[in-house]
């Protein structure tokens, strides 16, 4: 947990990878619909 947002923190790894924008939000939201986040992009991770 590095960044301010769940969005953030899941894009850090394809970030990384140096893929296109377009493509890390592709994946962002993919991802977090697949472990039941779907709509949780803009939260903090803090509790």
Do not use: Q, Y
């Not at 296109?20 to 939000?25: D, G, K, L, M, N």
């Amino acid at each position: 947990m590095f960044a301010p947002t769940v969005e953030e923190d899941v894009a850090f790894g394809p970030m990384n990878l140096g893929l296109p924008i377009e493509e890390v939000e592709k994946r962002v939201k993919l991802s977090l619909e697949r472990v039941g986040m779907g709509g949780f992009e803009k939260k903090s991770h803090t509790i």
